[in-house]
């Protein structure tokens, strides 16, 4: 693909040009570029903290208030309502940009779903706000969970549809630091609402998604596509993609096995902060609301610290096993200090070690990931996107392992020691892989 470099100088250049499959290609010029990477970033710094905001502020608010009950029925209350959206919601992506990629309309391939799952998702966000059931606030996450990943997986695509390989890293890491910020700020925010309004805050992020992806459909437009070719759809080939052979591939095996076991330790203690300040660490309604923006700064800035630090070392030594090995065992020390010390300046100390272990974590796996690829790398695109699993399920499971846990053991202090055993174990699954240093 040729595109204008987005550095140089000149005129913004607002011409599409077509391969000879009808496919658009972009050619970017140095204002066209910028604007799309500022609204892109925006895009995902609003998605990034309405998620963190429903999920880990809002909703365990909202089924406490419902469930009136103690720390094993709210537990359990929310993961049912966790565990039904994330099974529904495991394919929407990849199935979404399958479809997308074949989709022919006058607004191109990917706007539509982009407008209509930003539309409908923050309705149903809006509409949690006066549910007062737990039948209710089930079935407006679900629709919005499915709606805004109807979403995100096209927008996701954005950046290879538009952006040349070469100019992509520095795409990348403005979208990085734009969820990652986003992240925290959401949480922040949420806290606020939970203390004033939680109807405004659902509100305020289901009106905004649609807003922002609205500004950044009419600032970045796409080209008539009905002219383009279509590709058939081969839904045997689609699920056959999902599958790597261990046996054939043994790094990739251990690597998808680290990864899944680590994010299931990981999820396990961050996914129910806000329970584990009320019910473990024993802090009232608003305090815990609080808390939670505090731990997710100090764990924002330790994090980011942390992968600089640890990328430019591995970079240096030519090594990624010793580092995501360290950062494992620093993110199981950072369980300890709660499980031992039930007090709020724990958590904030559990948070300041999480993210240091979790930041260098983050700056060495993925590189250590496209290292053990299957066949040199030559379907990176799949390949990676099966990584992407042992990253999702770990979300979907969680919920179930902790809900049994504070079902048998009555206290998240069971939380915190399966975390640790599953955060261990991960950093020894790292040692088996033969391709890395």
Not at 113 to 130: E, K, Q, R
Not at 321 to 333: C, E, L, R, T
Request: proline share 4%; aromatic share 12%; charged share 10%.
């Amino acid at each position: 693909m040729s595109a204008a470099n987005p550095q140089g100088g000149g005129a913004p250049q607002k011409e599409v040009s077509v391969n000879e499959k009808g496919k658009p290609v972009y050619k970017l010029g140095k204002g066209l570029y910028w604007r799309l990477i500022w609204t892109l970033s925006g895009n995902f710094l609003f998605l990034l903290a309405l998620y963190n905001a429903v999920i880990s502020i809002f909703l365990p608010n909202q089924v406490a208030n419902v469930v009136q009950g103690d720390a094993a029925q709210n537990t359990i209350a929310l993961a049912s309502i966790m565990t039904v959206s994330s099974f529904i919601t495991v394919f929407v992506q990849p199935l979404t940009g399958a479809f997308s990629d074949r989709t022919r309309s006058k607004m191109g391939m990917r706007t539509p779903y982009i407008l209509a799952g930003s539309f409908i998702g923050g309705f149903a966000i809006c509409m949690l706000a006066p549910q007062s059931s737990m039948i209710g606030i089930g079935i407006c996450w679900v629709i919005a969970s499915v709606t805004l990943n109807i979403m995100n997986g096209p927008l996701a695509t954005i950046l290879a549809d538009r952006v040349p390989e070469e100019n992509r890293g520095v795409a990348s890491g403005y979208i990085g630091a734009a969820q990652t910020g986003g992240g925290t700020l959401g949480i922040i925010a949420a806290g606020w609402f939970a203390n004033h309004t939680l109807s405004g805050g659902y509100l305020f992020f289901g009106i905004g998604i649609f807003v922002v992806c609205l500004i950044f459909c009419l600032l970045n437009r796409e080209p008539n596509t009905k002219q383009m070719d279509v590709e058939p759809f081969n839904w045997k080939e689609f699920f056959k993609g999902f599958w790597v052979s261990p046996k054939k591939n043994p790094d990739f095996g251990w690597a998808f096995i680290a990864r899944f076991v680590m994010y299931l330790g990981y999820q396990g203690v961050v996914a129910y902060q806000l329970y584990i300040l009320r019910y473990y660490i024993g802090l009232d309604d608003a305090s815990s609301n609080t808390i939670v923006g505090v731990m997710s700064t100090i764990q924002l800035f330790a994090l980011i610290i942390s992968s600089v630090v640890c990328g430019y070392l591995s970079d240096k030594f030519q090594a990624r096993k010793p580092f995501v090995f360290i950062s494992s065992i620093i993110m199981a020390v950072s369980y300890v200090f709660p499980l031992f010390m039930r007090t709020e300046t724990s958590m904030l100390i559990m948070a300041g070690v999480l993210g240091i272990g979790y930041g260098c974590y983050m700056s060495i796996d993925m590189a250590l990931m496209t290292q053990v690829l299957p066949d040199n790398g030559e379907n990176a695109g799949k390949d990676m996107g099966v990584l992407t699993i042992a990253t999702n399920l770990p979300q979907m499971l969680v919920q179930p392992l902790v809900a049994v846990l504070i079902s048998i053991f009555a206290s998240y202090g069971s939380v915190f020691i399966t975390a640790i055993i599953l955060v261990l174990a991960s950093s020894f699954l790292i040692l088996p892989i033969k391709k890395v240093k």
